[in-house]
């Protein structure tokens, strides 16, 4: 099938070769000759040009260093109020939906929209959450995630995938199901959008050797970053993100969580704790962003404070786990020195983070984890969540 164009070409080549059967026993007409078959040459090169470039399909060719940008393209530019999606990936119900329920309660609706990524079939509704915020905001198409698993950043990858669907998400917040916001709604709203830039904390792993060589040449050492896995990016991180296979595909094969000892397994714990030992969602993001050279585009920390429990006996059995907060010891004492942090050192890099906006200090956390559910009753009899901050970011 040819377009209008092609065939007005394709009849005129067709003029020019009668006319050369008419003029061809004439010898005054040859320098006429070699005009037109030039000019028909060029008619016929010109109409199969005009039908190749209207029929081909757009590029969208990307290298593995470079992940495509295609989604810039297909989802739709917005002009307009900016939102927060707050993401949240959960085992199966939240059981601090009553805090963020205050917490949400405060704020315009039009200024945040809420993604729960919870275990396959789970769904929230009336008997499942106390909060109507959380209400059938779960992924339809969640998975099954093991920690210390690729299927982690699965799940992450699922909810900024869901949340770029509404152009209006501009900044997009992850979350575990035992955070806490320590300031309201309008704080962290302003104190957020206040950065062009994504918060990850991101940083060189020179300890441990979680560094698979056979990750090499795809994912090459001094590009391998560790950090926290609770970040907040800004929409085109999220789309790098999103739109990678390379860097997964790598971290899927090479990046695996050496499993935990077991007094069960005897003699063959020793085998086994020889194997590699990697936690994706400890690396992927921070290790994906560096490979797109996109780390002068980061604040290198994260906004969630976590206290790790670096006990011998812990690290001789399960490893380092998480504090937990509970009634006891989430006053307002232990609050405000969570708030009052301002800086972060990182000891890989002999790199002091300091926290800022628009040139002024500014407390490094908005968030904390893990919280019981008697520290979250505590934070909101205390009023840390509902009562209104004045404070300007």
């Known amino acids: 099938m040819t377009t209008k164009k092609g065939a007005a070409a394709i009849a005129s080549s067709r003029h020019v070769v009668i006319r050369w059967w008419s003029c061809k026993c004439n010898c005054n ?34 290298s593995s260093s470079s992940p495509s940008r295609h989604r810039l393209r297909l989802r739709p530019q917005f002009h307009g109020v900016p939102k927060i999606a707050f993401l949240f990936l959960a085992r199966r119900n939240l059981p601090l939906d009553f805090l963020w329920d205050s917490f949400f309660e405060n704020a315009d609706v039009a200024n945040f929209s809420i993604y729960v990524h919870s275990a396959p079939g789970f769904v929230f509704n009336e008997s499942t ?3 109507s915020f959380f209400r059938d905001r779960q992924l339809k198409n969640s998975i099954q995630v093991g920690w210390g698993e690729s299927s982690m950043i699965q799940a992450e990858r699922l909810l900024f995938d869901a949340a770029l669907e509404d152009p209006a998400n501009q900044r997009f917040i992850l979350l575990s199901d035992s955070c806490v916001p320590l300031y309201n709604f309008s704080f962290i709203y302003n104190y957020v959008m206040a950065s062009p830039k994504s918060f990850v904390d991101s940083f060189l ?34 789309e790098v993100i999103v ?15 050496r499993p935990p000892v ?20 400890e690396h992927y993001v921070q290790t994906l962003l560096a490979m797109s050279d996109l780390e002068c585009e980061l604040e290198r920390r994260t906004l969630t404070y976590t206290v790790w429990n670096q006990s011998a006996t812990k690290m001789e059995h399960k490893g380092w786990h ?14 405000k020195e969570i708030k009052d942090i301002n800086h972060v050192y990182y000891e890989t890099e002999f790199r002091t983070e300091w926290c800022r906006s628009n040139s002024a200090l500014v407390p490094c956390f908005l968030f904390a984890r893990k919280f019981s559910q008697g520290a979250a009753m505590r934070l909101l009899s205390d009023g840390v969540v509902g009562r209104a901050d004045t404070s300007e970011v």
Not at 33 to 62: C, N
Not at 214 to 220: D, G, L, Y
Not at 243 to 257: M, N, Y
């Open 205 to 238: 792993d020179k300890k441990e050797n979680r560094y698979n060589s056979k990750m090499s040449p795809v994912i090459p050492k001094e590009k391998w970053r560790k950090g926290s896995q609770w970040i907040t990016l800004v929409r085109s991180h999220a």
């Open 322 to 335: 998480p504090f937990t907060f509970n009634f006891a010891n989430a006053g307002p004492k232990q609050i």
């Open 262 to 281: 077991d007094a069960k397994k005897g003699k063959l714990n020793i085998k086994l704790q020889k194997q590699h030992n990697c936690i994706p969602d």
């Open 243 to 257: 739109d990678d296979e390379v860097i997964l595909s790598a971290f899927k094969k090479f990046c695996k969580r």
């Open 29 to 62: 007409c040859q320098w006429k000759l070699k005009l037109l078959l030039f000019l028909s040459v060029a008619l016929t090169l010109f109409a199969l040009f005009t039908f190749h470039s209207r029929h081909s399909p757009p590029d969208i060719s990307f």
């Open 129 to 131: 959450s106390r909060s």
